[in-house]
Every structure is written in C-alpha cells, then in structure tokens.
C-alpha cells in the first residue's frame, strides 16, 4: 500500500478543503467523518480480518465508506490530517464502560487523537482533542483545556484524570454508550494496539463479536444499533428504543438512517449476516427475560 488516497478519502466525506490547516477545517472534516463513517464492528461479522494499520482503514474508507470501530476510524482519520499538514499524535486511552466500577487503567482498549499547533482562544497552547472513534461522541474537536461541552444533545466534560499520570478524560454524558475514556499523555503508535485489537475482534467474550454495533452522533442525535435494537437520544433528550426485526427494515436502517454503505457486501453475504445479527438479538432477549 503506497499511502493515502488523499482524493478519495475528501469525497467519501463530501467535503473540499483548501489552504493551511485550520480549526474551521479540523472542525469541518471531523464533523463529515462522523456523519459519513459510521462507527461499527461489521466486518468482524462478516468474517473480515482487520489490522489497526492506518493506510488498511484509509483505504477502506475510500473503498467502502467504511472503516470499523475506534482504531480503525481515528487511524484512517489519523492519516488523512497527516497528509493534508496537520500535527497529529496519538495515545493509548482506555474507555470505561457503563457497567465498569469505575476507570479500568491502562488496557489500550482506544486510541485517542490529539492534533497541535492550531492556537486559539479557546485552545491557547493550540493541542485539541479529535475523536472520531467514540460511537456517539465526539461530534466536533475539543480544546485540550478542562470544560464542559455540549455536542448534539449530550453533555461532555474534558477534565484531568485520575489514573493516567499528567492524562485527561472526557466523561460522558449519563445517556451516553459509555461512562467516560482516560487518555494518557505519552505518544504511542499502532503497535501500542494491535494486541487489545485482537481481543477485541477476535474473542468470543468481546461486545464487538458477540453483537453487531453500528453508531453515530448528528448535530441533533446520537444514533445506535446494537444487533436488532436501535437506541436514539433526540434533541430534547428523550430516549427512545425500537426492535428492528424485520430483514428490510434492518438493512434499510443500516444504510439509510445511519449511513453505512454496504454496496460492497454480496446477497449471500447479506444472508449470513442477518442470521448472526437476528440470532445474537434473540439470544439477548432471553438473557433479559431470565431465560438463557
């Protein structure tokens, strides 16, 4: 793979930018990232191996549209600012979720962004934080500065964190997928997550192989799809959660209302795929019910 379809990868956004880098370009490629590269595990379901190589994730962003779950979107996100003279740097982060105690450490379960050099008001030292890995959030970049911020119609703070050293952590909004991601301030690189890459799209008791996830944020919503439940936090934030069990709907929910291309996915493999989804929605529903 010779490097980055620069091109391709603008028009899979369906943005045009131009001229040196910028907070109003960052912004603007961030926002387009996330509304047009849907966060998923889809191709762990349709028996494609991934790396966390960011030249592998570009190129199936300009391929497919697609490019998968947090390694996968940051890498790819990663290389486009890169190429286009942005200073960006990654870090190992660590995601806590919902029903976690309480942050769980060092354990590389994300990669977080930082890009510098972009000095302004807001950001007097010019780091933000870019993240276009986080399912329903970040929706825009932040200042690397404690705040509170809020981003479709979730609260976000950004605040020193409590287990890495001279780190920070966005903590979620209480209606958001996840309690909150500590990131640590040292530059790490792929190879910092390629052994938790594995687990997480391998192991039978990873969320990403047990259950299909397709999810994003919109300037009004935060959008997921967890198997066969689609979850929507809309602009009042109110809560709502629908069965999507029908075969038609299911796709056409997939592609419509969140965005994810699927023109590269055949018939047959379309088959295969709504009998794991249907399944693991089902086998969901009777752990629930006390049934399993």
């Given at each position: ?32 990232h ?6 998923t ?12 190589d960011p ?13 998968g779950?947090?390694?996968h ?63 329903d ?15 479709g ?9 409590s ?16 309690a ?16 938790s ?28 799809l ?58 969901w529903l ?7």
């Amino acid at each position: 793979m010779q490097g980055i379809d620069v091109r391709g990868y603008l028009q899979r956004l369906e943005v045009d930018v131009s001229g040196a880098a910028s907070v109003e370009q960052l912004t603007l490629l961030h926002r387009a990232h996330v509304l047009r590269v849907p966060y998923t595990s889809l191709d762990i379901h349709l028996g494609r191996p991934t790396t966390v190589d960011p030249l592998e994730s570009a190129d199936r962003v300009v391929r497919t549209g697609r490019a998968g779950y947090c390694f996968h979107n940051n890498g790819a996100f990663a290389a486009l600012l890169t190429a286009l003279g942005y200073d960006v740097r990654w870090h190992v982060a660590a995601v806590q979720r919902l029903a976690d105690s309480g942050p769980p450490g060092r354990v590389a379960n994300h990669v977080g962004l930082t890009v510098h050099g972009l000095p302004t008001r807001e950001a007097p030292d010019g780091v933000w934080v870019v993240d276009v890995g986080l399912g329903d959030a970040l929706l825009d970049p932040v200042p690397l500065v404690p705040g509170a911020h809020r981003q479709g119609p979730l609260d976000l703070t950004l605040q020193p964190s409590s287990v890495a050293a001279d780190g920070w952590r966005l903590q979620h909004d209480p209606l958001g997928s996840f309690a909150g991601v500590d990131f640590w301030p040292e530059p790490a690189g792929p190879a910092d997550f390629a052994e938790s890459h594995r687990d997480l799209s391998t192991s039978p008791t990873s969320g990403f192989v047990r259950v299909l996830v397709v999810a994003r944020p919109t300037a009004r919503t935060t959008e997921n799809l967890k198997a066969c439940t689609l979850r929507i936090v809309g602009p009042d934030r109110e809560v709502t959660e629908t069965e999507v069990t029908r075969r038609t709907d299911w796709f056409d929910t997939v592609t419509d209302r969140l965005g994810l291309p699927l023109d590269d996915v055949s018939a047959p493999e379309r088959d295969v795929l709504w009998h794991r989804v249907h399944a693991s929605h089902q086998a969901w529903l009777r752990e629930r019910d006390g049934q399993a």
